[in-house]
């Protein structure tokens, strides 16, 4: 039995729910499993990391502050969405398992886009901390606080979770009486809700909705910030701490770079010209899961205080296992 023809819970003469979903993903793509290994490779690295950074942030006291409250954030959101997404598109393709229960549709849809959404206001509430770090450096302290951070933190959280929940929730309202294959790598919104037979209007229209929030948004609040970063460094006299204060700022301009870029251009390129398919899922899927790997690299290598304390736990570590030897 073909994928299209699966077989569909029917609960009324007009409204017809799927029982399965199957995801077409990559097709015709010569040694696409050394990719599947390639992105297993990533899973990998990306806890390791990201489980890393999160250990140094937890272990160290003195990064007990605000701004590593927001990069603790980013990491968990890293490995929480990299979780949700790369393991079952492993198992849906490395193992040929492409039939997903509807309701496990949902489910994963909706622990994709959440973690990836939390990720993106993350950046921006990163960039209000650098704002008020070199435009009102005397006031810093004073204003991110870290009941401010927890607190704009939380919002982000409950924010998107329902913004996500309803994107989600107007699927349920659908009938699918057409195929069943998802042209996805996984069961992302579009590629499902357009195989409705019912008027897709709202679903449409949440998709913008979402897109302007999870996107558009933060990138204009980002660059807002950075304007008036900008601002405030020209009206320094010296260069010296013109660029002493620039490089506080360009980890965060690497992270929003990695994520806003891919996501953006390709979203682009989708209007402006023909993507082949199997290209659009194999640039889709790097977005997906490229910046969470890259992130606690780029804090680790590029942050002072970061590699200043994973010398201080290796050092005491050094010193714990010598006074047990002894």
Known sequence: ???????????????????????????????????????????????????????????????????????????????CGSTALIPKLLDTFLFDRRYIVYEACLSYMFFVFFFGSVQSWTLVTMSYDRF??????????????????????LFDWVFVFGLIACLVKFIDRL????????????????????????????????????????????????????????VALSRIASGEERLKALKTCTSHLILVALFFLPIVGTNIAAVATYIHPNARIVNSSLTHTIPALLNPIIYSLKTEEVLNSIRKLCKRNRIINTTTKW
């Open 175 to 230: 009938s699918f009486c057409r195929s069943l294959v998802v042209n996805s790598f996984f069961c992302d919104h579009a590629p499902v809700y357009q195989l409705s037979c019912y008027d897709t209007s709202l679903n449409s229209t949440m998709a913008y909705v979402a897109f302007i929030t999870v996107l558009c948004i933060p990138l204009v609040l980002i660059t807002l910030t950075y304007v008036c970063i900008s």
């Open 132 to 153: 008020i770090a070199i435009c009102f450096p005397l006031r810093y302290h004073s204003i991110v606080t870290k009941p401010a951070i927890a607190a704009m933190l």
């Open 1 to 79: 039995m073909g994928p299209e023809d699966k077989a569909a819970t029917i609960f009324n003469a007009t409204f017809v729910r799927p029982a399965q979903f199957y995801i077409k993903g990559f097709s015709n793509i010569p040694h696409v499993k050394y990719y599947y290994v390639f992105l297993c490779f990533v899973y990998i690295m990306t806890v390791l990391g990201n489980g890393f950074l999160l250990s140094v942030i937890y272990l160290v006291k003195t990064l007990h502050t605000p701004k590593y409250m927001i990069l603790f954030n980013l990491a968990l959101t890293d490995l």
